[in-house]
Structure formats: C-alpha cells, structure tokens
C-alpha cells in the first residue's frame, strides 16, 4: 500500500484516500505464510470462550463477527467519516462496511486467516501487529477498537496511547467496553473451543477485560481527553482524542 504525500508536510489525515488502500494493492507476503493468533478458531467461525487465568469464562460473539454489521455497529461507523483504521479486524466487517461506503478503511490483524477473510469482504486489510509499524501513521482520521480490542496486549493505557499515535492531532479512537466489566482487569487468557480443526485451546496470549467505569480513567493516563461516551442497547462506546497541546485540554 502506497500512502500519498500532498504537500510534503504529510500531516492530514485526508492525504490517504480510498485510492491509497485497496484490497489488490495490498502485498501477497502478508498471506504467504500462516500466522497463527489466538482467535483464529474464532475467525473460523467456531463457538469459543475466552478463558482467564483464574478460569473465568465468557463466550465470543463469534456469530457478530461473521454477520452484517448490526445497528449499533452502524452507528459507530456513521462516526468515521474519513480514513480508518479497524484494529484487530477479525473476518472485517467493519472494514468491508466502510469500504462499501466510499470510506477508506484498512484492517490490521495479527491473524492471516482474518486478513484473508477482510479481504474476501471487499475490504484492504494487512497482517500485523498494532504496535508494529503501519502504513499511515499519524494520519489516520479514525482508530476503531470494536468488541473488546481495547484488551488487544493487555494494557489499554498502551495500546490508546498508540491507537493515538496512529491517529495524530485531529483524529479520534474509538473503543468499546466490555458492559459487564469492571475496571481494568489484565491477565492472560486464552480461547477455548470444542473440535474444530483439531484444536481446543489456543496459547495462552496477553488480554485485558475492560469495564466503563474505567472509561475516565483510561483516557487521563494515556494522556486523552474523553471526546463522547455512548451505549447503545448493551453496548459500550466511548471517543477518544488528543489533547490540545496548548492547555493540555480539548
Ligand atoms: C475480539 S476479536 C476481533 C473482533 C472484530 N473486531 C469484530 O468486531 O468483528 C480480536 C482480534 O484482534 C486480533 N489481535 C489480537 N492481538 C492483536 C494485535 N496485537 N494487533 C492486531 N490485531 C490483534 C485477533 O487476531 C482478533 O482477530
């Protein structure tokens, strides 16, 4: 994927464009090899649980995932209006949404089989690591952190304070939390399945279970200020920007 410069100073958000992201100009190499994540039984489309270190269990909206986007989602995706970037895609729902829209998107996810089912949706999607390097950095106009990413590393302080990286100066992260949370839970989890491919327990992987009450919280230590929260039925939203450099406040 290419990202054009405009002027040289590379600042706005607006300089990548649906042109700069598409699903054919994206390199092979991120498919060639397997790389294997610990929601790929998931990204399968098999029911799985998300197990943690002290052996609470909660399913994985595994159906979501692999369904249309829901009203709620799209009212979420009405809020990106300019280029986004959807962090731990999954099969890319999201992202193939925008794309649809005109918007540009691209999914980022650790997993090869996510980035192959994005780009079968319709949508540009790159394997990698979301503290990795990315195409766009700093102009991107939206970070989506959709069904429980804000957990993505387990440490959301981390992983907002990036997203925010990613964004630069007038974008905005938008993350969903976890309704039935409370506070910042951190700890390794894995996902749990019956037999699906052969497998029924992934590697155990760093996660963080995230309530709303943690919304403020977060957003002061990443250095963020609190843009808008929003439920909508039992989800969770909250938006995330930068602060003014001048006061340290929006
Ligand atoms: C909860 S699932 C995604 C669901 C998806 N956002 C949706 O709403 O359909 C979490 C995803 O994050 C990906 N992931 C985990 N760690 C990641 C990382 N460090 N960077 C990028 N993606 C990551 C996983 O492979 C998985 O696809």
Do not use: Y
Request: hydrophobic share 40%.
């Amino acid at each position: 994927m290419s990202v054009r410069h405009v002027n040289g100073r590379g600042v706005s958000p607006l300089d990548v464009s649906p042109h700069d992201v598409s699903p054919h100009d994206v390199s092979r190499r991120d498919v060639s090899r397997h790389r294997p994540s610990g929601f790929d039984a998931a990204i399968a489309g098999c029911p799985c649980r998300l197990v943690d270190d002290r052996g609470a269990a909660r399913p994985l909206l595994v159906a979501r995932w692999h369904a249309e986007p829901d009203a709620t989602d799209l009212l979420v995706l009405d809020r990106c209006t300019g280029p986004t970037l959807d962090v731990g895609c999954g099969p890319g729902r999201l992202a193939a949404e925008l794309t649809a829209r005109g918007v540009c998107a691209l999914g980022v996810d650790v997993s090869t089989l996510a980035v192959r089912l994005t780009r079968l949706r319709g949508a540009a999607a790159i394997r990698r690591n979301v503290f990795d390097r990315l195409p766009g950095e700093g102009r991107w106009r939206h970070v989506l952190l959709a069904d429980g990413n804000i957990g993505i590393g387990g440490d959301p302080v981390k992983l907002l304070a990036r997203c925010a990286e990613l964004t630069g100066p007038g974008g905005r992260t938008i993350a969903e939390f976890d309704p039935a949370a409370a506070g910042v839970r951190r700890h390794l989890a894995t996902v749990q399945h019956g037999a699906c491919h052969g497998l029924r327990e992934s590697e155990p992987f760093r996660w963080a279970t995230v309530g709303p009450d943690a919304i403020p919280r977060l957003s002061n230590e990443a250095g963020l200020r609190l843009a808008r929260s929003w439920t909508h039925g039992p989800r969770v939203f909250a938006e995330f920007a930068p602060r003014s450099r001048a006061n340290g406040v929006g």
